[in-house]
């Protein structure tokens, strides 16, 4: 599948920028140093911006260490504390709220990669934002990154009052590995009997351990997150067990056989990009489980490239499109 010209630029700026350093096991630390010297802090993230911020440390899953969150609240907020009734976007006792997730696939970035979204969401929607930091594979394979994200979401539901937030409004977000971990915890929802959630934004998944569709081998050496960092993403996530029938659908969400009971989906993804196949794949098993979901296939579209290019047509039009879910999904 061809790029969109118009998204050429953004994909060289892309490889330029992210993928300098080949993603392969022995360069996994390399990267993460790498990453570091391009998220922004919070501090600088949020300059000129109506919202404020903190940092939290909440219980992690039994057993396993404390998880740190940072909260994005609307500026609003900030004069009337907590326990703030009536937020926006819609009726009801409290705001909105999205835990978010970041990507990074599954061995690198930390939360302030992806509260980029939860900025723009609070200042747009009057959303509480939460970003979990979740531990890194292959010091911490999975599923330990999901019940990180579970964590938080448990602990968000628990304390929905407290952080003035409406539990029926709650929704999952993530991109790349954050949008398999999404899916993760969406499944860990319905399987443990809650918290119940409004949605799920599933943006460019990473959730098939195989790596054997089309367009994985399409993308063998070619773009944004090729074939081969790929594997070295699920390697280190799954070790020998990747490719097995060991493999739960907490791991790697595409194993899933049951897709019912699920809280409505956003899927969106670029035809030009390795996950192609298996964000298809998703929704239209969510389709067949008789559940609700809504699936783009951006034409032309590399991964990561409504951050890359945003100017192109292309991603103005999936900006509207997920700005339109989102406009639906927090006022239902």
């Known amino acids: 599948m061809p790029y969109d010209p118009a998204l050429l630029p953004g994909l060289e700026f892309f490889l330029d920028l992210v993928e300098r350093i080949p993603l392969r096991a ?30 939290r440390v909440i219980p992690g ?10 909260i994005v609240r609307p500026a609003a907020n900030d004069a009337a504390g907590d326990h703030e009734p009536g937020g926006a976007g819609g009726s009801g006792p ?8 970041h990507g990074g696939g599954y061995v690198l970035g930390t939360r302030f990669f992806g509260t980029g979204e939860l900025i723009d969401l609070a200042e747009r929607h009057g959303v509480v934002g939460v970003a979990v ?6 010091e911490h394979p999975a599923p330990a990154a999901a019940e990180d994200c579970y964590a938080a979401l448990a602990w968000l539901a628990a304390h929905a009052a407290q952080l003035g937030v409406d539990p029926d409004r709650v929704v999952v977000s993530g991109t790349s590995a954050g949008g398999g971990l999404t899916a ?6 319905r399987d443990r009997g809650g918290p119940t959630l409004a949605g799920q934004l599933v943006n460019t998944p990473m959730i098939d351990d195989r790596n054997d569709t089309v367009s994985s081998w399409q993308y063998d050496g070619i773009g944004a997150w090729d074939r081969s960092n790929n594997d070295t993403g699920w390697d280190a996530m799954l070790g020998a067990e990747r490719g097995t029938a060991a493999v739960t659908p907490y791991q790697a969400p595409a194993r899933a056989t049951d897709l019912t009971g699920l809280p409505p989906a956003f899927i969106e993804v ?16 969510i389709w067949a489980a008789g559940g609700q979901a809504e699936l783009h296939v951006w034409s032309g579209a590399y ?30």
């Open 184 to 189: 993760a915890v969406a499944l860990l929802a």
């Open 303 to 332: 991964h990561g490239f409504t951050g890359f290019s945003p100017d192109a047509e292309v991603s103005l039009a999936a900006n509207a499109a997920r700005d339109s879910w989102w406009r639906r999904i927090l006022t239902r």
């Open 94 to 101: 409290g705001r909105p709220a999205v835990l978010g997730i």
């Open 270 to 285: 670029g035809s030009a990009e390795v996950f192609r196949d298996e964000a298809t794949a998703y929704a239209s098993a």
């Open 61 to 70: 899953p039994p057993g396993a260490p404390d998880v740190a969150v940072t």
């Open 133 to 138: 930091e979740y531990r890194l594979a292959p």
């Open 26 to 55: 022995d360069t996994i630390i390399a990267n993460r140093d790498h990453f570091a010297t391009i998220i922004q802090p919070m501090a600088a993230q949020v300059e000129g911006r109506a919202v404020t911020w903190e940092d």
